[in-house]
């Protein structure tokens, strides 16, 4: 009989080309697959909480996967990690119940963007974060991150092309912190995003920030729900999927197209 299990991953996405298998490209999900066919002895299909583009990172990317083996949660974690490369790790991994579904099962993402904001760009950081050097107004972002607070329509901020059932969304939290004085970091909370939505928001919030939009330019373009009326996306290499929740109580299936 099969076996409901789930991991959490934390992955580079530098040197992937996003989570979803594709053919004659490397992703996340090939590598993962490949891994855990070794281990069970038969092909094994991953369900992720969603899909990152490629380029972004994950520190709470869930996967589940139902496979027939006598293998414990913890035989996993110790043989995936000696396994998979090292740009990508097995932070935990546990047996669930059979209607567990690492995307449908979900309630709610929690995203993170990191900026370097400072006049030179970082060798280190290439890869990790967005490099803006021209300073950013604090306040302004702040005003605009309360206007994007709450339930709305963000078709504005959803990549060109999507189709979806509906662009509404709850976005429960959405702030910006700055952890130094070069580095910015914005989080947003929700039941469920549009494909870009979190990177499209940046760039407009970034426009802000450099004095190219008010507070009240900025909730022009939400209730407006026209992308063209937004800013850039932000390049995908500052994204992070950081915590994917679940409340077991009251399992319902997240809003779809959240691909970021």
Not at 104 to 130: D, F, M, Q
Request: glycine residues 8%; positive net charge; hydrophobic residues 40%.
């Amino acid at each position: 009989m099969k076996r409901n299990f789930k991991l959490v991953l934390e992955y580079d996405g530098a040197g992937y080309h996003g989570w979803q298998r594709q053919h004659g490209v490397l992703t996340v999900q090939e590598v993962l697959e490949s891994r855990l066919s070794v281990m069970v002895g038969q092909p094994v299909t991953v369900r992720a909480s969603g899909r990152t583009d490629a380029g972004v990172h994950a520190l709470g990317q869930v996967v589940s996967f139902n496979a027939a083996t006598r293998l414990q949660p913890e035989d996993f974690l110790r043989g995936l990690n000696a396994l998979l490369p090292p740009d990508i790790v097995v932070l935990q991994a546990e047996e669930m119940p059979h209607a567990f579904h690492a995307r449908y099962s979900a309630t709610g993402k929690l995203y993170e963007y990191h900026i370097l904001n400072r006049p030179v760009p970082s060798a280190l950081e290439r890869r990790r974060s967005w490099h803006v050097k021209e300073p950013l107004n604090d306040e302004v972002i702040e005003a605009c991150l309360k206007i994007a607070c709450g339930v709305h329509d963000f078709a504005a901020f959803m990549a060109a092309g999507s189709t979806v059932k509906s662009t509404v969304r709850e976005l429960k939290g959405a702030r910006h912190r700055r952890p130094d004085h070069d580095h910015l970091v914005f989080s947003f909370e929700a039941d469920g995003f549009l494909r870009h939505m979190v990177r499209n928001l940046v760039g407009t919030l970034v426009e802000a920030g450099k004095g190219k939009r008010t507070a009240e330019e900025f909730k022009a373009v939400l209730d407006g729900r026209d992308r063209r009326k937004a800013g850039v996306t932000a390049p995908a290499h500052g994204l992070y999927l950081v915590r994917v929740f679940y409340d077991d109580r009251q399992p319902r299936k997240m809003h779809g197209g959240d691909n970021q």
